[in-house]
């Protein structure tokens, strides 16, 4: 079974960008659709976005034209840029590999935009 491993999260500012990375194990990266939801205190997960084995990706509407979800198959991960970072982005972060009904997850990481 695959395990995912996240790294880039922290404090940034309202404006400001991270770059989040899920680096995963084994040999079948490529077929996995990657992606990451986030959960802020009080509220539902969220999806954030998707990219599938193909490289399609897919986004939340709160997010468009702000995040870039992308992967390096030949490095097993996959990574989250988020530009022009607000508030309400802070939340805990957490990828996953998916491959048919199995769903397999991070350990999460916290954003938190702040001034």
């Known amino acids: 079974q695959v395990q995912l491993v996240e790294s880039g999260g922290g404090l940034v500012q309202p404006g400001g960008s991270l770059r989040l990375s899920c680096a995963a194990s084994g040999r079948m990266f490529r077929v996995y659709t990657m992606g990451w939801y986030r959960q802020a205190p009080g509220t539902q997960r969220e999806l954030v976005g998707s990219?599938?084995?193909?490289?399609?990706?897919n986004y939340a509407d709160s997010v468009k034209g702000r995040f870039t979800i992308s992967r390096d198959n030949a490095r097993n991960t996959a990574y989250l840029q988020m530009n022009s970072l607000n508030p309400e982005d802070t939340a805990v972060y957490l990828c996953?590999?998916?491959?048919?009904?199995?769903?397999?997850w991070g350990q999460g990481t916290q954003v938190t935009v702040s001034s």
């Open positions: 990219i599938d084995s193909g490289g399609s990706t």
């Open positions: 996953y590999a998916r491959m048919g009904a199995v769903t397999t």
